[in-house]
């Protein structure tokens, strides 16, 4: 999740193509919009796109960032928790 979203931020952001399950193709870099059309079966991921819907609901920008940040964070947290796994 974090990789696709930072790859959209800043001046030279790439725009995400999605494809609905039914043909529908929407073209975005918008972060809520892609993390909404996403089919996130992980719940802490799922927790990831509920905090992008409220900051775009709140603020209306910036999803973008705080989930590529906060996302990236976590994962690096688990990765780190991984190693001292017996």
Not at 27 to 32: K, M, R, T, W
Not at 37 to 52: F, G, K, N, P
């Amino acid at each position: 999740m974090a990789t696709t979203l930072r790859t959209s931020l800043g001046p030279n952001g790439m725009d995400k193509m999605l494809v609905s399950p039914d043909g529908e193709v929407t073209i975005s870099n918008d972060g809520a919009t892609i993390l909404s059309m996403m089919d996130v079966q992980h719940q802490i991921a799922r927790l990831m796109v509920e905090l992008s819907k409220s900051q775009d609901d709140e603020v209306g920008d910036g999803t973008t960032g705080v989930v590529g940040k906060v996302w990236g964070e976590v994962a690096g947290e688990v990765r780190g928790w991984k190693q001292f796994a017996v």
